[in-house]
């Protein structure tokens, strides 16, 4: 039972552009979300969060949006650029301090 | 410079025969934590442990064992490898609240 889902396996987008990565959650007792941005051979690192009372957190070019009434999340990153090519992973947390639930991630390419 | 550190980076086995990943962290931290990683799947955590001592399954723990004698270190053991367990592993930490930091992965393949 996948309760983190991220539908697209990858995006492609024009370097300048926005890029829209997004990410569903079934689980209601989730109460804080974190992207992760993970290069090969590399592990992931950490790159916004945003916890349930809030709905919008900024960081310079990356957004994250929660709407917690349809259970989604998404990461915007304008403008987009071809260092931000990489795999990314939307995460949730809940009331079990360390129990971070994944989803499959989206292959992210900017072109130049 | 901080760091989680798993070793070693790349490890072809036969089934059967037993290993140890070792993962150590010089932050301090109270929280580790073992994830592997398979095409499709994203990142399914085996085990984590809160602090020394203190350890828990995670979503796919069977086939793997872990221990937490020391603060630092959070070995992952597979005491009878098979195929199903090739994968890439990543170790993780953090201190409470705050979020994980990765090591570099470790590349398991089982024949």
């Known amino acids: 039972d996948q309760q983190v889902k991220q539908n697209s396996p990858s995006l492609s987008v024009q370097e300048g552009r926005i890029s829209i990565l997004n990410c569903d959650y079934t689980n209601s007792m989730f109460d804080y979300f974190l992207w992760y941005k993970k290069y090969p051979a590399e592990g992931p690192t950490f790159l916004i969060s945003i916890s349930s009372i809030k709905d919008k957190n900024e960081d310079g070019r990356f957004t994250v949006f929660l709407n917690k009434s349809a259970k989604h999340l998404s990461l915007h990153i304008v403008p987009s650029q071809p260092g931000d090519s990489a795999v990314y992973f939307c995460?949730?947390?809940?009331?079990?301090?360390?129990?971070?639930?994944f989803g499959q991630g989206t292959i992210l390419t900017v072109h130049p | 410079e901080a760091q989680v550190t798993q070793n070693p980076r790349y490890l072809i086995t036969v089934t059967g025969k037993k290993l140890t990943v070792t993962c150590s962290q010089n932050m301090n931290h109270e929280y580790m934590s073992w994830y592997r990683q398979d095409p499709g799947l994203g990142l399914r955590q085996i085990y984590y442990s809160m602090n020394v001592e203190v350890t828990d399954k995670g979503d796919v723990p069977e086939g793997y064992k872990v221990s937490r004698k020391e603060k630092r270190n959070f070995p992952l053991i597979l005491e009878s490898p098979s195929p199903n367990q090739t994968s890439l592993y990543f170790c993780?930490?953090?201190?409470?609240?705050?979020?994980?930091?990765f090591g570099n992965g470790t590349r398991l393949t089982v024949t």
């Open positions: 995460a949730a947390g809940g009331t079990s301090y360390g129990k971070l639930t």
């Open positions: 993780a930490s953090s201190s409470y609240n705050s979020p994980l930091h």
